[in-house]
């Protein structure tokens, strides 16, 4: 029964101790509303690219017209380039993605492609590691 | 003195789990706070300070990490003495003795700690903490808005159950004597798909917890754009696949083991594990939706608090005993407590989901019908129906004594009659669905789509009339065939379009069109099986032919084509129970040849006499299976009585239900990233945002 008790007071000093360790010292994890609003927008642009893919392929096994495909992709990728626009308005320059040059519409066809190369890389077909822009 | 100790462990996990679950929920309270004041970055927040200039809200939402791990470990601790217990037979643990026996295989005394009440409690609370501790360590980093509060909601799920431990079901109770031996597993839950079907199960179960927490926690927090959709998407789709296993498995077993020939009775506990899995389905669909489209937002929220809902009702259900079923060997007191459980978070959830109305405006309308967003919304609703049929037809019995003081129940046929024709239109959606682009498709895309699988399905007609007058099965079928047309369809444009693109190898081609696509690809594997299963389904309820006989030894009987001959009773002892078998052998009725011995027996147990168990004898091909129920015998054995049926295309069901798994692991398995640029990769994007095109 002691030793019982010993056991369970050993344990508990170490359980409480651990739950209640961060409240007393320093913590890694940061939150910031900067943060969380950048993840957002890259959340709709990531989101903006794949309905361009999704519909690319839907066009190309003949699911959606050519009218519907040039209506619906000229949406798309404006709300794409805006999305972009808005990352780099509101939370600095291009950042990897070329020459502060490069117009909107280009950077998205990059950001495209580069997508689509990295899909690619598949194991059947060797595993190059896809070099960063 | 160690299952002391075991016992204190869980009322410790309770305790740091109460503390945890507070400390997460003002931990994201304040974080929220701090966010709204001016969107400053929270630890720069003066009020909020402690001397070392950490925010309140990141100690308290750390603190909520660091006791998800110490209950998840003080838990497993507990886990693990009872196995010890169950392993070394001591039976002075009350659970122990009612749940396993000395000669009980080591297999099976592994498994009894689901076989019981407080073990199964117990196993549950272990899933759900490893869970809990898988959620925290892959979102802690990527979503720190929401972990606060996905941490407190696990917790507080994890509370109940450590709360129904530590006061109601304590498995580590002792009865004040060493008995010398105990009573037994129930032999019902003696047989290999009781010990894997109720882990899937559970898995299922207790993993629909972390969808619903991510729901919770985006209410609470007002983050309600799409990132907590794209992190659950996941995290609910590896669940729905042990759902989808366990259900399948469970039909095994009832097929095994239950003898009444069939797989799915429309039980009470089935449909208590059926009821989550539509509304999961549904929530997979309609999901992707809301990714896609940005609509739906208070349908997605409202179905994975619905999920999670009915599998708390489900679990109720199976402990309160409101419901008699042949799932009942864990009926106890508990119920009460579920049932406060449930109301709590009902009425909680609803009232946030009111609460946070106006920030679940949709940022679409959906563009035209003939679009995979109308078929997916009508798939919805029809999912919707199916569940509240087969809900109300699994509480009838109860509402009726309740109104009239006259129990009336609900059988198969009503379930049937109600749910088949809507499953019937929800095959066609699964065939309309795919075909469909996002947004609209026109007229000519249509006819280009729909011309083939049409076609087959047409064709197909005339021929299904050959095997029945009856229009159902052929309706049934012809719809079978639609959908597995448009999925070859699918498959053999896409790998066409790969090959013109790209001037790959046909086989090169498929697999890069899958591995690409794992998703879309994933999900046609999945429609695939789920064909598969109704085609077994159609087959068994309208093909399936069967006779009630007693043979003497050496006499035979005929049945759709097949001889059954009664050879002889034999006996055998096993370590915990008698089997008594009967040896049948089986032959083509107009050739004589000899196909098969098949060996239909019943299990007496020695702790459970009066408790005989039915093991059929099988002999399963994919056209039919010959299923033979030995009913009893007279004397030795000179006449035995037998229940045979021959059922046909029933192997699909299980050949269906494996493609289901593996069409979600193509689903789920991860696809190739593109890589982010440098600010974009230090900002807490959802760990589980994979790239591919969304479908199915």
């Known amino acids: 029964m002691w030793l019982t008790i010993a056991l369970i007071s050993v344990f508990s000093i170490a359980a409480v101790g651990y739950v209640i360790l961060p409240l007393f010292g320093r913590t890694r994890t940061v939150v910031s509303a900067e943060g969380e609003e950048l993840a957002d927008l890259i959340t709709r642009k990531e989101v903006a690219l794949e309905a361009i893919r999704e519909l690319e392929f839907d066009h190309g096994v003949g699911k959606i017209e050519d009218a519907d495909f040039e209506r619906f992709n000229r949406i798309l990728r404006l709300r794409a380039i805006r999305l972009i626009e808005r990352i780099e308005a509101e939370f600095g320059g291009p950042d990897g993605l070329g020459p502060d040059t490069v117009q909107l519409d280009e950077r998205l066809e990059l950001e495209i492609s580069r997508r689509r190369r990295v899909e690619e890389r598949l194991p059947n077909e060797g595993c190059r590691s896809f070099p960063q822009e | 003195m160690i299952f002391d100790f075991a016992y204190l462990t869980l009322v410790l996990a309770l305790i740091l789990c109460a503390f945890g679950m507070a400390a997460g929920f003002w931990g994201g309270r304040l974080g929220t706070v701090e966010a709204e004041q001016g969107a400053l970055p929270s630890e720069r927040l003066p009020s909020s300070k402690l001397p070392n200039g950490v925010s309140w809200s990141t100690r308290l939402t750390e603190s909520s990490f660091h006791s998800i791990y110490a209950v998840c470990g003080l838990v497993g601790i507990a886990a693990v003495i009872l196995w010890y217990g169950l392993l070394t037979d001591q039976f002075q643990i009350a659970y122990i003795w009612n749940s396993s026996e000395r000669s009980l295989p080591t297999f099976y005394k592994f498994a009894a700690i689901w076989g019981g009440q407080a073990g199964s409690l117990l196993f549950w609370t272990l899933l759900l903490s490893l869970f809990s501790t898988a959620t925290a360590l892959t979102f802690r980093s ?31 109770e002792q009865i004040g004597l060493v008995p010398s031996d105990g009573r037994g597993l129930n032999p019902l839950l003696q047989n290999y798909w009781m010990v894997i079907h109720p882990v899937m199960l559970y898995l299922g179960w207790v993993g629909l917890s972390v969808p619903f927490a991510f729901a919770v926690a985006a209410l609470l927090s007002k983050r309600l754009d799409r990132r907590w959709v794209r992190t659950v998407r996941r995290w609910t789709l590896i669940p729905w696949m042990f759902l989808s296993a366990g259900i399948i498995m469970g039909s095994q077993w009832a097929y095994m083991e239950l003898g009444w020939g069939g797989y799915w009775a429309w039980d009470p506990v089935e449909n208590a594990s059926f009821l989550p899995w539509l509304t999961a389905t ?16 208070v349908w997605n929220v409202t179905l994975i608090w619905l999920t999670f809902t009915l599998v708390i009702l489900g679990t109720f259900t199976t402990r309160s005993g409101i419901l008699s079923s042949v799932h009942s060997f864990a009926q106890s007191p508990v119920g009460p407590y579920f049932l406060v459980f449930l109301a709590v978070t009902t009425v909680g959830f609803l009232l946030l989901l009111f609460q946070r109305l106006p920030y679940l405006q949709g940022e679409n ?3 035209s019908i003939s679009s995979r967003e109308g078929a997916f919304l009508a798939n919805n609703w029809l999912f919707a129906g199916i569940a509240f049929v087969v809900l109300w037809g699994t509480f009838y019995p109860m509402f009726s004594e309740i109104l009239t003081g006259e129990r009336i129940s609900v059988a ?3 379930f049937n009659r109600v749910a088949g024709p809507l499953f019937l239109l929800l095959f066609v959606l699964m065939g309309v669905g795919p075909l469909l682009g996002w947004r609209r498709t026109g007229a000519k895309a249509l006819r280009r789509q729909f011309t083939w699988p049409v076609a087959a399905a047409l064709i197909s ?14 309706v049934g079928f ?8 448009t999925i070859v369809q699918e498959f053999v444009r896409g790998t066409i379009a790969r090959r013109r693109s790209r001037g790959e190898p046909v086989a090169s081609a498929l697999w890069g069109l899958i591995r690409r696509n794992g998703r879309r690809y994933g999900g046609y594997v999945i429609h695939f099986g789920i064909v598969l299963i109704g085609v077994a389904i159609i087959g068994n309820e309208f093909y ?5 006989v007693t043979l003497a030894e050496g006499d035979a009987v005929e049945l759709s084509g097949y001889s059954l001959k009664y050879v002889a009773l034999e006996s055998k002892q096993q370590s915990n129970h008698t089997e008594i078998r009967a040896n049948l052998q089986v032959s083509d009725a107009e050739t004589g040849r000899v196909l098969a011995n098949i060996f239909p027996r019943r299990n007496i147990y020695d702790k459970s006499p009066d408790q005989p168990t039915s093991e059929v004898g099988l002999r399963m091909t994919p056209a039919e299976d010959v299923y033979v129920i030995l009913n009893g015998w007279e004397g030795d054995g000179t006449s035995a009585t037998f229940t045979i049926y021959v059922n046909p295309l029933t192997m699909w069901m299980w050949v269906g239900g494996l493609l289901v798994v593996l069409g979600t692991v193509v689903c789920v398995w991860p696809h190739p990233q593109p890589a982010r640029s440098s600010r974009e990769a230090t900002s807490p994007i959802p760990g589980g945002a994979a790239t591919g095109p969304a479908s199915a």
Request: glycine share 2%.
């Open chain 2, 142 to 172: 990527s979503q720190r808005t929401l972990m606060p509060y996905v941490n407190g909601t696990l917790l507080a799920s994890l509370l109940f159950f450590l709360i129904l431990l530590v006061f109601s079901a304590n498995p580590f």
């Open chain 2, 282 to 297: 549904a929530f997979l669909h309609s999901v992707i939706i809301q990714e896609q489209r940005g609509i739906l937002k």
């Open chain 2, 365 to 367: 309308e959906i563009d």
């Open chain 2, 412 to 414: 198969a046929p009503w």
């Open chain 2, 461 to 474: 007609i005339p021929f299904l009339l050959f095997t029945s007058r009856n229009i159902f099965p052929v």
């Open chain 2, 478 to 485: 012809a719809v079978c065939i639609f959908v597995a047309a």
């Open chain 2, 544 to 548: 399936q032919s069967t006779t009630h």
